[in-house]
């Protein structure tokens, strides 16, 4: 690309699931660059989830956005490329955690009547790996899928090439200067000029907010880790569903030929290229070998990644406060995947000045619950 092509409406900082899934909806309508750090596309959290789509996870609005975000997910997928494959997940409990069954479960009942509240022997007979003596009752949910992030990325992404989008990869914006209504990025690779910022920074989006000038949002990233084993004593069934802690202190599901599981670890960090910690693999394998059949001794895979939240753990969009033109899309903690389609029209109908009424009446989402003005008094 050449220096004088370098004029956006609107420059997009971040290429994970934010930066792409906004971008496949402004570009329809607007002249959009996306600038990534690093030498790959999506090379953070959005390449290092769990891959999974739960209605019963989160908030109300977490909730919300998830469920709405479903019908995207069928619409784009064909019969060879689902990108949400059914698999159902239990929230198990121990006996000292039937409070915390008896909550989740009057607290879903409200959403739909798919959930199913199972005893011991229900759910053993779901999911026969689990330890008997330490699991007392569970919350089946038949819906929750795995998705396949890999192909909701590209259709996110093929819609910003077909609409002519750039994408550049290995920028590094040394600031942003506001000159009258526009901004002037000086980079790496040269001045890069546009009337809006959006900023889908990921685990850097507080920072980078601060860097322009923005409010600061206080958003937290929080380090989770996944690690793989092959059980030594259990044969697998890749259609058992996940498993989940209703206290979230674990997770697991079968993938090919091994268990992925989580410590669900949230350890408050700076933004920096997550590494899994030998010390939280330790605590997962405790809880599962508790809480499970299963009995191992190595580990074949592990990653971390972070999750980054706000105060109220919900989204943070809209423009800011204190600078014109500077869209947050940020805070989309452990859910940023199968909210995203969602959360995407409704900023894109932000900036764009659309209504929103879909969302806000039809669905009753509250939109002051993730909108950045909630910060103006803090
Ligand atoms: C272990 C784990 C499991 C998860 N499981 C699930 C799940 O099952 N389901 C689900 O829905 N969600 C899940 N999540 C959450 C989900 O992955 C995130 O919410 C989502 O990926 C966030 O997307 P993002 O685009 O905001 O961030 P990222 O994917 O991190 O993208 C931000 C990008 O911005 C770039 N960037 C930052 N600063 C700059 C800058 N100054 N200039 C240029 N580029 C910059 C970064 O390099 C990065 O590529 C999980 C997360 C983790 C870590």
Redesign the pocket.
Known sequence: MTYSNKNFDVII???????VSIGSELSNNLKICI????NYL?????G??????LESYGNKIIRQLTSASKDFFVNNSNNENPILKKRGVLHIGSKDQVSSIDALYSDLIQINDNFKLLDRNETIKLLPCLNSESIHNSIYDENASD?DVNNLYNVFLNECKKNNSVIEKN?L?QNCLKKGNHWILNTNKGEYNCNIIVN?????AGE?GIKTGSQNINLIPKK?T?FGFKPLNVELNKNWPLAVDVEENFYFKIENDIVLA?PADENPCKPHDAQPDEYDIAVGAERIKKSTLFQFNSIKNKW????SFVKDKNPVIGFDNQIENFFWF?G????????SPTLAKIANNIILKKDNNFYENKLGMNFKSFDVKRFIDE
């Open positions: 900082i971040g290429s994970g699931i934010a930066g600038l990534e750090k690093e999506s090379y953070h959290s959005t290092r989830s769990f891959a999974f789509y998705i920028v914006i889908a920074a990921g685990a850097w980078f989770r996944i989580s971390a990644g972070l999750r940020a989309q903690g452990g859910y940023g995947i199968q909210i």
